[in-house]
T-cell receptor, first 112, second 120 residues
Framework: GDSVTQMEGPVTLSEEAFLTINCTYT??????LFWYVQYPGEGLQLLLK?????DKGSNKGFEATYRKETTSFHLEKGSVQVSDSAVYFC???????????FGKGTRLHILP | DAGVIQSPRHEVTEMGQEVTLRCKPI?????LFWYRQTMMRGLELLIY????????DSGMPEDRFSAKMPNASFSTLKIQPSEPRDSAVYFC??????????????????FGPGTRLTVL
């Protein structure tokens, strides 16, 4: 079945470090891909998305490129801040009226 | 808009008691989702509705769980009887109808703040 695999956390970095959180997916067809972020004590919120191959989603300094050839959607940020500490979820959706399939989440800690 | 509203935010109950969680989706959204989040199992989709009709309830763990959406602005998730292993954070999310031109896109789900349930 369709699935999302993301790197296990926690990931601990110092402020201003470069961030990569790996995400790969298994799905037939051409799913839409998402990164959601969950800050402490809150629900998930959309961070960025890409709907077709080679699209790049970006928001708040984060980027991810839809790579169909490697079935990947890795999240990157050039310089992280303490406020980026959160849990990040990679996800896919195959059809608009279908459910979103989430990865298990990666907890990110940024040290000042 | 106030966003997705969930109540209560925290619930502590004893094993065997009935628990009802409530959700008010964003006005104009026609899809509603119930999720459960635990440390061990991560984020799990329990059930989702489209235009108030349950589409997929395969994630509902057992018959003790039931969900209803009597109208477009309200949904409930009920656990009866509750058990300690039901302790988790329960999230409700909603999304726009297909075909609407909105920022974020019709495929974006908007999550509520969650209800933290503790069953003793």
């Amino acid at each position: 079945g369709d699935s999302v695999t993301q790197m296990e956390g926690p990931v601990t970095l110092s402020e201003e470090a470069f961030l990569t959180i790996n995400c790969t997916y298994t799905a037939t067809g051409y799913p839409s891909l998402f990164w959601y972020v969950q800050y402490p004590g809150e629900g998930l919120q959309l961070l960025l998305k890409a709907t077709k191959a080679d699209d790049k989603g970006s928001n708040k300094g984060f980027e991810a490129t839809y790579r169909k050839e490697t079935t990947s959607f890795h999240l990157e940020k050039g310089s992280v801040q303490v406020s980026d500490s959160a849990v990040y979820f990679c996800a896919l959706m195959k059809n608009r009226d279908d459910k979103i399939i989430f990865g298990k989440g990666t907890r990110l800690h940024i040290l000042p | 808009d106030a966003g997705v509203i969930q109540s209560p935010r925290h619930e502590v109950t004893e094993m065997g008691q009935e628990v009802t969680l409530r959700c008010k989706p964003i006005s104009g959204h026609n899809s509603l989702f119930w999720y459960r989040q635990t440390m061990m199992r991560g984020l799990e989709l329990l059930i989702y509705f489209n235009n108030n009709v349950p589409i997929d309830d395969s994630g509902m763990p057992e018959d003790r769980f039931s969900a209803k959406m009597p109208n477009a602005s309200f949904s409930t998730l009920k656990i009866q009887p509750s058990e300690p292993r039901d302790s988790a954070v329960y999230f409700c999310a909603s999304s726009f109808p297909l075909g609407e031109a909105v920022s974020g896109g019709t495929d974006t789900q908007y999550f509520g703040p969650g209800t933290r349930l503790t069953v003793l």
